[in-house]
């Protein structure tokens, strides 16, 4: 049997005391040690393969150094991308993250949480489901560590990470009037989601504050489910009016990445025919003709610091954190302004 390298092993190798290769292995901070011996022990593990004993060190400290993360879809680039920020951040404190899609299923959520609590992850970062607002509160009522990312329940006093939804909305739905578009139309998922409703109420806050009409037809709600044939439909209705619409919000990068791909096809010119704001940029406005503004969200702090958030809470319960970060617009051609098209104001 090949033998386990122990930090006595190390210790002896570098000539220094297992209390200190195990102070700089667990990386705690080497303020009162030189960064040359901090070097030398890093080296000396790597050279021997050194390995943690997980099973001893979750005994000693009652850790199993392992998050959960519960994204709504993994396939979704916004959800990867925020996974792989969080892998990064909890691979810096020695924690493994373990993660899975809701697929916007509460009975999903409810059925990987369970999962994930028998493998006795120390805390979970969790992109809620509609309807899921019972599992939090017992999340809450059980004492586990947990941060909420990008979607959060108002009437739950809990830790939460996102963005100013509803400024961000107000701010795209304003950039395209101060670009003269008058007739403002919204695309977006069928769903109670608070942070999606947010989404909507700076939309119409945007149309009032500026004396223009809020038309109920000028608002589709499609169902996630039936994105790929609803969003198309969605655009036909929009553009058959009687009024129809010369610009338009999506209001997530599903909705917009099937709304490209079915405008590509049309006799519609953007930003001619029909300004876009989209939240997000989509897989599709990486092909389409005309660069698309879109609000773009800071994943990389948002990811940052859900992580961090959550593994203060494991080692020492914390106050709770409620983060709003700022979105930013990201003004590209689809959103050019009118007068430069010619086109009466």
């Given at each position: 049997m ?18 200190l ?8 901070k080497?303020?009162?040690i030189?960064?040359?011996?901090a070097q ?5 593990a790597k ?18 150094f392992?998050?959960g ?15 792989r920020?969080?892998?990064?951040e909890?691979?810096?404190?020695n ?6 899609s809701s ?12 999962v ?7 805390g ?17 009522e ?6 909420l ?7 739950i ?9 509803y400024?961000?909305?107000?701010e795209?739905?304003?950039h ?9 139309g ?14 909507r ?21 499609v ?11 969605a655009?036909d ?5 009687d ?6 919000l ?17 006799p519609?010119?953007v930003p001619?025919?029909?300004?876009i704001?989209s939240?997000d940029e989509?897989?599709?406005a ?18 940052r ?7 203060e ?16 617009l ?16």
């Open positions: 090949v033998k386990r390298i122990s930090l006595k092993d190390i210790a002896k190798k570098v000539g220094v005391s297992t209390a290769v195990s102070y700089v292995l667990n990386n705690k080497e303020g009162r030189s960064k040359e011996v030398k022990i890093k080296d000396a050279e021997l393969n050194y390995t943690a004993n997980q099973i001893a060190r979750s005994l000693k400290t009652n850790k199993t392992t998050i993360l519960i994204v709504s879809d993994i396939s979704n680039p916004f959800s990867s991308i925020l996974n920020i969080i892998e990064d909890a691979e810096k404190s924690y493994l993250v373990l993660s899975g697929d916007e299923s509460s009975d999903k959520l409810w059925k990987l949480t369970r994930l609590q028998n493998y006795q992850v120390d979970f970062i969790i992109s809620p489901a509609e309807h899921s607002a019972p599992l939090i509160q017992q999340l809450q059980q004492n586990i560590p947990f941060v990312i990008d979607r959060y329940f108002p009437e006093k809990t830790n939460y990470v996102t963005i100013d939804n400024k961000a909305a107000y795209g739905v304003k395209m009037i101060e670009n003269g578009y008058r007739q403002i919204l695309v977006g998922l069928d769903i109670a989601l608070f942070n999606m409703q947010e989404r109420r700076g939309y119409m806050d945007a149309l009032k504050e500026h004396d223009l009409p809020i038309k109920e037809e000028w608002i589709k709600r169902k996630r489910e039936h994105v790929k044939e609803a969003v198309p439909k655009i209705e929009l553009m058959a009016l009024e129809p619409v010369d610009a338009v999506f209001t997530n990068n599903v909705v917009s990445t099937q709304a490209l791909k079915y405008i590509n096809t049309l519609i010119r001619d025919d029909l300004a704001v939240f989509s897989d599709a990486d092909l389409f003709y005309a660069p698309i503004t879109h609000i773009k969200q800071p994943l990389q702090e948002m990811g610091l859900a992580a961090d958030i959550l593994l809470n494991i080692a020492e319960r914390q106050e709770i954190k409620q983060v709003k970060m700022e979105a930013k990201i003004v590209r051609k689809s959103t050019e302004r009118k007068g430069k098209l010619g086109r009466i104001l």
